[in-house]
């Protein structure tokens, strides 16, 4: 039994340090993510003012898809022999296990969030306003779609069909953030006539009842019975 | 009556899947049952797990 | 076990749960609503090496992973290192992090170092800080080992524990750093046996330890098996080889997920 | 339907009773009431502005009969399964199981009318499919796409304890999130079309006030009938499949024998077998 925290440090920095040698997501996922960006292009035949005024929420599509693939990369790290098994060997506390995936999804939906950030400014002419507001708003959305991609990424890695149960369990759930994130990035990009901010408060309220939640359930999730 | 063919496609759509799905609880049902020992079809009486 | 089942099987049962590593009765363990155990009964004593032969499907791996408290036990009674089975739970799993798990298929991480995997597996064990104490032991505690372990210190410097197990396990230092999943599948076995030995667990459960090893590699896994026996450790080793050490051990066959003679 | 059981032979070969068996037929009974009733007891819906124009939705209220219970009892069933849930983590019993899994199929036939019925009385009435702004109808969406993969989930084999268990979970936290998709919702777009009370709004009349009164009721028989029906078939297929188990155990048993020929006692295996039932 070590200290859960240390724990937590291990898990997401040894998925990381994982991620830095595969570069799966940065090789895999990333140019998935901009090419989901142009096909948004060509759906809209090319059409700079919709492109642009549709930025924000096309961008969060693309996030949410980007997520789907780095989500099921996170558990297929682990699904050698059965579900997390060496952590359960291990002895560590589940809600660490939670902690440290998560974060290690966390710090990649980040890294995914600047690249597509400066394709939607390079792709559709969005012009930024709001920088404040645009970053407050990716790490809370990035933290939410973490934690709820983490507690259902893994009852979905215990199946057999587990590519594509995630993301018609995951992708309803998601909503909210989808809207949030959306209409705060539609304000800080200047495409909508809104209060920003105030979603702000939805993106965190989500975020923290999902990582709160996860933390709770994930001992059950990881057990057989 | 206004809007008939609406009010007939409503109607006949929510009514007939009503009906399909009781149809198919009881078929299943049936089927079910002859693969299970009458003893153990006490879904009542047993106090579960 | 509970305390009314205590009381009415007196004080054998007590003496049962406390002198055996592992004990099995009549365990039940389904994999969706297959049973790949059905109904198995074993004892193994601390200090003990069994070795489980059976055909393919014969329920071998279902039997250590249900060991290692990884499946549930459907039915039937099993105690580990002292604790009942039937509790479910990871708050009463904690005997697991006693336990030394080799899969059949090696719970590595391609991109990660042998060194690192090693590492990893120390330091989710709590062992790593210990470390520092444990030179003299080395990765493993082993009569043979420790006079080499002293040579080596002496001449680096101290090694770490990580690079100690793997050496004991002979992997050749120039691979100690490459990526797991360029080694061959017996230098593979060999990391993860030493991922194993690093958490000096109180049983082993070893799923084919030898598989793909050439000859040298087999007797180095046997005297490290041997050692951890002479250690005070249980070993249950799944193997279909004809090991030295294994001639004279006390063998179990599984057919149909359960054991074929009865075992005492 | 105690006394129905006692005795073997009275045990019928399907899910009904006698119980159920008189609470389907005046279920039968009140839907061909309900539809007499919004066909053609219950007035059109029309009303006259102070500038003497007529507004209302006419005939096409007749759809609502429908629609609001069916909605209504979606949400009762979706939370039966919320607490079915609750209830089966805390007691792990599977009665509790086998409530929330036929609850939430009852509610995703339901939420499918709701939305169907809505689509359709959507056109005439708001001139559009489907309304994106309105909260109530994005929200009873995502409602149903969250049960969807429930049942998705559900049908995938499994270990049975565990998915009773992660089923549980997917409902609880499912269930959590419609407020906070309705909150979303509610916010995203701040406009709404849907009826704000139903009952307040129409000036309901008595006779479209008695209608909806006797949907609700005909609609708790209905929910009633499929969830008494539906639950013994989650019961029986439990029992079928543990039925399989036995015989699997036996033929899995007979492996041993076969191929070495090595005899196993006979009293333990009586013993392994009559332990299988521990914790069926």
Redesign the interface.
């Known amino acids: 039994m070590i200290a859960p925290l240390r724990a937590v440090a291990l898990i997401a920095g040894k998925d990381l340090r994982i991620e830095l040698r595969s570069r799966v997501v940065f090789n895999h996922v990333l140019p998935f993510a901009v090419l989901v960006l142009i096909l948004f292009g060509f759906a809209l035949d090319a059409d700079s003012d919709a492109l642009s005024s549709f930025a924000p929420g096309l961008f969060w599509v693309a996030v949410l898809l980007a997520a789907l693939l780095a989500i099921g990369r996170s558990f297929a790290l682990e699904r050698a022999d059965g579900a997390l098994d060496s952590f359960r060997l291990a002895n560590i506390s589940p809600v660490a296990v939670f902690a440290g995936k998560a974060l290690a999804v966390f710090v990649q939906l980040l890294v995914l969030e600047v690249v597509l950030g400066i394709g939607i400014v390079v792709f559709y002419g969005a012009s930024l306003e709001k920088p404040g507001l645009l970053v407050v708003a990716g790490v809370l959305a990035a933290a939410g779609i973490a934690s709820a991609g983490t507690l259902y990424g893994v009852v979905a890695s215990q199946l057999a069909v587990r590519e594509t149960i995630l993301p018609l369990l995951l992708l309803p759930v998601l909503a909210p953030v989808l809207i949030g994130a959306t209409r705060a990035f539609g304000d800080a990009f200047g495409t909508v006539a809104v209060n920003g901010w105030s979603w702000l408060g939805l993106l965190g309220a989500f975020a923290l009842v999902y990582t709160t939640f996860g933390a709770l359930v994930f001992g059950p999730l990881l057990e057989e019975g | 009556m206004t809007h008939i063919g609406y009010l007939v496609a409503g109607w006949s759509i929510g009514l007939g899947v009503l009906g399909a799905y009781a149809l198919s609880i009881l078929i299943r049902g049936r089927k079910l049952s002859s693969q299970v020992l009458p003893k153990r079809r006490r879904w009542m009486t047993s106090d579960g797990d | 076990m509970s305390a009314r089942s205590l009381v009415s099987e007196g004080f054998d049962s007590l003496k049962l749960a406390m002198d055996y590593a592992v004990s099995l009765r009549s365990a039940v363990v389904l994999l969706g609503r297959f049973p790949a155990l059905s109904g198995a009964d074993i004892s193994v004593e601390r200090g003990e090496i069994v070795v489980v032969r059976g055909a393919n499907g014969a329920g071998k791996t279902t039997l250590l992973r249900l060991c290692a408290g990884l499946v549930a036990l459907y039915a039937g009674e099993g105690e580990v290192l002292g604790y009942d089975l039937r509790e479910a739970g990871s708050a009463a799993k904690d005997w697991r992090s006693r336990v030394g798990f080799l899969g059949h298929e090696t719970r590595l991480y391609g991109d990660l170092t042998a060194k690192e995997n090693v590492e990893f597996a120390l330091a989710l064990s709590g062992r790593a800080a210990l470390s520092a104490r444990a030179q003299r032991g080395g990765g493993l505690r082993g009569g043979g080992q420790r006079g080499r372990e002293l040579r080596h210190s002496t001449a680096t410097g101290s090694p770490s524990v990580a690079a100690s197990a793997l050496e004991r396990l002979e992997l050749p230092e120039r691979l100690h750093h490459e990526r797991v999943s360029r080694l061959s599948a017996g230098q593979q076995r060999r990391v993860a046996l030493a991922c194993v030995s690093v958490r000096h667990p109180e049983l082993w459960l070893l799923d084919e330890p030898h598989a793909s090893l050439d000859a040298d590699g087999r007797e180095c896994v046997d005297d490290v098996i041997a050692e951890a026996a002479a250690a005070g450790a249980a070993v249950i080793v799944v193997t279909h080889e004809q090991g030295k050490v294994f001639d004279n051990l006390r063998t179990a066959t599984l057919a149909g997920g359960r054991f074929m003679e009865a075992l005492p | ?2 006394e129905n ?1 006692n005795s ?1 032979t009275s ?6 009773s006698p119980t159920t068996r008189i609470l389907g037929w005046v279920t039968l009974a009140g ?1 061909a009431l309900l ?1 007499i009733f ?2 053609f007891v219950s007035p ?1 819906d029309s009303r006259q502005t102070a500038d003497g124009t007529i507004i209302g939705q ?3 209220v ?2 609502l009969y ?2 609001v219970p ?1 909605a209504v009892f979606a949400y009762v069933s979706f939370s039966i399964t919320g607490l079915g849930s609750i209830i089966y ?1 805390w007691r ?5 199981d086998h409530v929330a899994h036929a609850s939430a199929e009852i509610g995703v ?1 339901f939420c ?2 709701t939305l ?2 809505g689509i ?2 959507g ?2 009435v708001w001139n559009t499919w489907w309304e994106w702004g309105d909260v109530r109808l994005v929200t009873t969406l ?1 409602l149903f ?2 049960f ?2 429930y049942l ?2 559900r049908a ?7 998915q009773a ?2 089923a549980s ?2 409902a609880i ?2 269930a ?2 419609i407020p ?2 309705n ?3 509610e ?2 777009e701040n406009r709404t079309l849907h009826q704000r009370s139903t009952l307040a709004d129409l000036k309901i009349e008595d006779e479209t006030l008695l209608t909806l009164m006797i949907g609700f009721a005909v609609f708790a028989l ?1 929910f009633l ?2 969830l008494v ?5 989650a ?3 439990k ?7 036995e015989q ?2 036996a033929e ?6 076969s ?2 020929g ?1 005899e ?2 006979g009293s ?2 009586a ?3 009559s ?6």
């Open positions: 339907m105690a059981t073997p045990i019928p070969d399907n899910t009904s839907l539809v919004a066909f059109e006419f005939d096409a007749r759809l429908i629609h069916s983590l792990r019993t599977r009665w509790w036939i499918g009318i169907l019925t359709i009385w056109r005439p995502l796409l969250i969807v993969g998705a989930f995938v084999p499994n270990e049975p304890h565990r268990r992660n979970i997917l936290v499912g959590l999130n906070v998709v909150r979303s919702v916010w995203w209905l009938w499929l029906h539906r639950f013994r078939v019961w029986l297929s029992e079928a499949a543990e039925a399989g188990l699997a155990l899995r048993r007979a492996e041993a024998s191929s070495s090595a196993v006692s333990s295996r013993e392994a077998s332990s299988v039932e521990a914790r069926s």
